[in-house]
């Protein structure tokens, strides 16, 4: 028995494929997890949260989890060569796990140390994520990787989180590069661009500052700030053969946030 979320027939269209999804216990990884899933995808979560909480996450899609660090070269190493033991492939890779501390903010008030445990979250892991999952989709000749950056690595906040902006903007210029050098053997890179989520790293972020979240929200057009499994939709898409012809885009759902010079009243 699942607790996958979605109603009506499940579609197949990543039938016998599996994905590794970092950050896959909670937010969009989570979602996203739930999503593939119910594509027919075979699962692998990993995140650093406790095993129990993993595995019950993992068993209630069908799944497996697997705990690391995505910080670690051998956690990442390990991660994968756990998904391709288990299942025998792996076809997708949503490269998902990130932080948004509050000490990361004005470049005039954020500390190094600061800075650089947000770049080894967001963007060497992903840089870790790439560099050992290639690999295994150069032997299969097919393999599609989404990394996640954000709406920051296009526009400019003054509500600056200076550490994490930089990092997805490296991100998605990395997601960029290696969707064209590794297009012709069959590999497909996307940077998803999410506007802001309403997720826990989200909420947690605006909880003690109402003002600054009606900042940033009278920004979006849609008027609202997305849910997750939006996200996780968009990550189908981009795991599945619909996109087959997308690669090396930054692919937005921002709910028109970088597209607007005013918002509707």
Known sequence: MTDLPYDGLVTNRLRDRTAVITGGASGIG????RRLAHEG???V??????DGTGNDLAAG??????RADVTSAGDVQ?????????????????NNAGISPEDDASILDTGIEAWRRVQEVNLTSVYYC?????????AQGKGSIINTASFV???????????????KGGVLSMSRELGVEFARQGIRVNALCPGPVNTPLLRELFASDAEKAQRRLVHVPLGRFAEPDELAAAVAFLASDDSSFITASQFLVDGGITGAYVTPL
């Not at 989570?30 to 997890?33: D, G, N, Y």
């Not at 979560?45 to 406790?50: E, G, H, T, V």
């Open 61 to 66: 899609i069908g799944g497996r989890f697997f």
């Open 78 to 94: 390990a991660m994968f060569a756990f998904a391709q033991e288990t299942f025998g492939s792996i076809d997708i890779a949503f």
């Open 30 to 33: 989570l979602a996203t997890a």
């Open 41 to 43: 995808a075979r699962v």
């Open 45 to 50: 979560i990993a995140d650093i949260c406790p």
């Open 153 to 167: 690595a296009v526009l400019g906040a003054a509500t600056s989180q200076i550490s994490y902006s930089a990092s």
């Open 130 to 138: 790439c560099k050992y999952v290639i690999p295994y989709m150069q």
